[in-house]
């Protein structure tokens, strides 16, 4: 366990400045899509808690068959499980810009990491996608996901909207909601996201 209690800057070096972007949405919204393209446009390291579980899971942690069976049930796994991979992944990333893909699913997801890397997120990209296009895509996603099952899915639709949904309108009343229509064709969906990322674009030389 990364013990970062008594750093001031969450365990990363000195007083570096660290930029975190959640990217939220519902299952199946375009976070990952989205996020490969915002990585290679504007020099983010890209973060996604699912991919993590899963790594975790593959690894033959003590903790993988937990994670496993919450995932199999659209449940949330433990906070403490997630927010360590994440910070593991960031502090060994290198990177100071991260965009943290799925995460926070709840509001102990949330409060964990505040309290375990004092960081506030720079703001909170979210998809904004309708419950029948997503199940579209996710049952023709392909990837070998064990919950992308329509039983599963719909199990993961409820915990969006009870849990996950209550997270956004949280950041949503501080003014750190940039809200993306993610219906679009993937292009298109990108161009919105191109703009609110624009403050941060690298240049190439
Ligand atoms: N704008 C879009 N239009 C049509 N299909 C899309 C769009 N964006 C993503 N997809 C497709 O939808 C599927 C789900 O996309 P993606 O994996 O990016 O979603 P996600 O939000 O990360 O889902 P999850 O929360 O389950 O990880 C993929 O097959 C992807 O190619
Ligand atoms: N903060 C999180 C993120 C994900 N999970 C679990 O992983 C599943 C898949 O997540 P994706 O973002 O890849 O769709 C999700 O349904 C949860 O079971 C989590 O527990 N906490
Ligand atoms: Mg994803």
Excluded: W
């Amino acid at each position: 366990m990364v013990d970062s209690s008594k750093d001031v800057n969450g365990g990363f070096p000195g007083d570096k400045k660290i930029t975190v972007v959640f990217v939220l949405g519902g299952p199946g919204s375009g976070k990952g899509t989205q996020c490969a393209k915002i990585v290679e446009n504007f020099g983010f390291t890209h973060l996604s808690a699912g991919d993590l579980l899963r790594a975790e899971i593959k690894s033959g942690s003590e903790n993988g068959s937990m994670i496993s069976n919450m995932i199999k049930e659209g449940k949330i796994v433990p906070s403490e499980v997630t927010v360590e991979l994440l910070q593991k992944a960031m502090l060994e990333s290198g990177n100071d810009k991260f965009l943290i893909d799925g995460f926070p699913r709840n509001e102990e997801n949330r409060a964990t990491f505040e309290n375990v890397t004092k960081i506030e997120p720079e703001f909170i990209l979210f998809f904004n996608c309708p419950e029948e296009e997503m199940e579209r895509r996710l049952l023709s996603r392909n990837q070998g996901r064990d919950d992308d099952n329509i039983e599963t899915i719909r199990k993961r639709f409820r915990v969006f909207v009870e849990s996950s949904v209550p997270v956004v309108e949280y950041y949503d009343m501080k003014g750190k909601v940039r809200k993306v229509d993610a219906l679009k064709p993937i292009d298109e969906v990108f161009e919105a996201v191109k703009a609110v990322f624009d403050p941060f674009h690298v240049k190439v030389e």
